[in-house]
């Protein structure tokens, strides 16, 4: 494989401190976009919807929580994965 060339204004992120794992409100912010479905979530964190629901209960108020679980309940495109990024 060739060595890949970056731009001469390129300047690398340093690696993260945490070995790259998603950060508590990262997995929140992933489960409160429409967008992203469960499986893109257990794909990139190892968590389940159940651990997801337990932790957006544990970080939301009550009303902000209960308002997240019934748009998302139910709702195709956070309970499959997508197909060919559509």
């Known amino acids: 494989m060739p060595e890949r060339k970056w731009p ?3 300047i690398p992120s340093p690696p993260r401190a945490d070995d790259g794992r998603l950060t508590t409100s990262e997995i929140v912010a992933m489960a409160w976009d429409d967008e992203t479905s469960f499986d893109d979530i257990k794909s990139q964190s ?11 209960r544990a970080h939301m108020k009550p009303s902000s929580f ?3 679980r019934k748009r998302v309940s139910g709702r195709a495109s956070k309970h499959q994965q997508k197909i060919n990024g559509t």
């Not at 389940?48 to 337990?54: F, L, M």
């Open 8 to 10: 001469d204004h390129f």
């Open 46 to 56: 190892g968590l389940a919807e159940k651990e997801v629901i337990q932790i957006m």
């Open 66 to 68: 209960r308002m997240w």
